[in-house]
């Protein structure tokens, strides 16, 4: 049976040195962007591979028209994957140090690409070591094979799109940021603080335990049951800084049964790149 929102240490330890399981390392810090790749080849998932947020899991930035963490043309990730040895029959385990913030992303692009045989670890590498579970270090690959898209742009919408459904009631709107950087508090990020009028603050931490596990399924419905009401999955859009951790909560509602989330994928870093945009604080 694939896995297709999380799955445990002990479930992915089973399948460790299965061929058609590719495990994926996306430990990665904003404030230092070379940290992840370097904790990676000291110590790491036996046979897994890395990626890193800014080379491998976005493209380029251009300046005024983008955020900071764009998707990549689909033809290169396609190319990406197909390196990494990801086809259409390969399951895909992603992992950070993060709490999932950073893998989540891999998920949610493996989806969008039509790829559903993707899981985020949960509990992460701090999981995984505090189990005692196999190591390595260094770097690893896998035998390239050919991963042919089947691209669902259903599940994303672009600044142009969500414009018009600002202060729309119909339509729920959620802010993966903190708290404070959704009031205009602490901005370190953006040149401009604040958030998308009519959003709601729905912060990703609080899809996790105080061990950095993903909440039960029952208080991971709750949670979102309670910000969206009665509106389908299908009508509610997830944003964040930049796109990242936004798909941590595609990820929790899709792991609580609810279905999947629309992604904004340009986020804030994108809606303030035209300053006819509206923006509201507090």
Do not use: K
């Not at 992603?94 to 998920?107: K, N, Q, S």
């Amino acid at each position: 049976m694939p896995y297709t929102t999380l799955i445990s240490p002990s479930e992915l330890l089973s399948h460790l040195d299965d061929s058609e399981w590719a495990v994926v390392d996306c430990r990665f810090t904003l404030r230092d962007v070379e940290r992840g790749r370097t904790a990676y080849r000291t110590s790491h998932v036996a046979g897994s591979l890395y990626a890193h947020l800014d080379d491998d899991l976005s493209g380029p930035i251009v300046a005024g028209r983008t955020g900071r963490h764009p998707l990549p043309e689909v033809d290169s990730f396609a190319a990406t994957l197909s390196r990494w040895g990801i086809d259409e029959s390969v399951q895909v385990v992603a992992y950070d140090d993060a709490g999932g913030a950073i893998a989540a992303r891999l998920w949610w692009m493996l989806r969008w690409m039509g790829h559903q045989n993707a899981a985020v670890l949960d509990g992460g590498w701090q999981a995984w070591e505090g189990e005692g579970f196999a190591v390595r270090g260094g770097s690893e690959s896998r035998a390239s094979r050919r991963f042919t898209p089947r691209v669902r742009n259903e599940l994303l919408l672009a600044a142009d799109d969500l414009a018009p459904m600002v202060n729309d009631a119909t339509v729920v709107l959620c802010d993966a940021r903190s708290e404070d950087r959704y009031r205009g508090e602490n901005e370190t990020l953006d040149p401009v603080a604040g958030h998308i009028p009519g959003a709601t603050s729905l912060p990703y931490a609080g899809n996790l335990d105080s061990n950095g596990r993903f909440l039960s399924r029952e208080r991971l419905r709750a949670r979102y049951e309670t910000h969206i009401g009665d509106v389908p999955v299908r009508e509610v859009v997830m944003y964040c800084g930049s796109g990242v951790t936004a798909a941590h909560n595609v990820l929790a509602a899709a792991h609580a049964g609810l279905g999947e989330a629309l992604l904004y994928a340009g986020s804030w870093s994108d809606w303030i790149t035209d300053p006819g945009r509206p923006v509201e604080t507090g």
